[in-house]
């Protein structure tokens, strides 16, 4: 399969610890971003790389949460100290950027995270 | 924050029916998205229009985009039950730009077979 994956695809956890995801883009892809997506909404956009870079994060993304793409390849986002309200679920997306206008992003399964 | 405002929240219809789907954004635009999220998958991309363009087509999908209202529309004609989702508007930037999505919070449509 050479989609995008995503790992864990369940996490459940107490409240105050940390949590890992990781995210394995499509291998030729050179950006990755992360949403976040709450029961009845849309995607919101959390951060995104192109190669290892981080260009720009959200306000949502708050001191406790830390995005990785060490190499340009997959992609760790970390939850220091977990809340109830980061129960969501966690989606990774990859695209291969290209001109002006923009191109379609591939998403993976997603992880959802239940904070207790 | 959420540029998109999608129209209806929810719309049910017969199979082989036809189910439009309109979306209000904000912001200039470099391209506008639509995506389709069934219950227990990812999201799935089913079609991109860029800024220049007011029309496309994919299969039994037509989408618009009028600039200048800030909307677009997409029609699904000839349902199938399989339509069964919930389908997302996200308007792009551009690769010069910020790469972000910004999603509608989306329409929920039922075929009814």
């Known amino acids: 399969d050479t989609g995008v994956s995503q790992n864990p695809r369940h996490k459940i956890t107490k409240r105050g610890q940390n949590v890992t995801f990781r995210c394995d883009p499509i291998?030729?892809?050179?950006?990755l971003y992360w949403y976040r997506q709450t029961l009845g909404q849309g995607p919101e956009f959390l951060t995104y790389?192109?190669?290892?870079?981080?260009?720009?994060k959200s306000r949502l993304l708050s001191d406790r949460f830390s995005a990785e793409r060490p190499k340009g390849s997959f992609s760790t986002l970390e939850i220091q100290r977990t809340e109830q309200g980061d129960s969501a679920m966690y989606l990774c997306?990859?695209?291969?950027?290209?001109?002006?206008?923009?191109?379609?992003?591939?998403f993976g399964p997603g992880t959802r995270l239940t904070v207790l | 924050s959420q540029q998109g405002e999608e129209d209806p929240q929810a719309l049910s219809i017969q199979e082989g029916e036809n189910a439009t789907m309109n979306c209000s954004y904000k912001t200039s635009i470099n391209n506008l998205q639509w995506y389709r999220q069934n219950s227990g998958r990812g999201l799935v991309h089913l079609i991109l229009i860029r800024s220049i363009d007011r029309e496309k087509h994919s299969g039994r999908l037509r989408v618009t985009l009028d600039t200048s209202k800030k909307s677009s529309s997409l029609l699904i004609t000839a349902s199938r039950a399989a339509d069964t989702a919930s389908y997302f508007c996200a308007t792009g930037f551009g690769s010069s730009n910020t790469g972000k999505l910004i999603f509608g919070q989306g329409t929920t449509l039922q075929v009814k077979p």
């Open positions: 997306a990859s695209s291969l950027e290209l001109g002006t206008f923009g191109r379609e992003q591939f």
């Open positions: 291998s030729e892809h050179n950006r």
């Open positions: 790389f192109q190669n290892e870079a981080q260009l720009e």
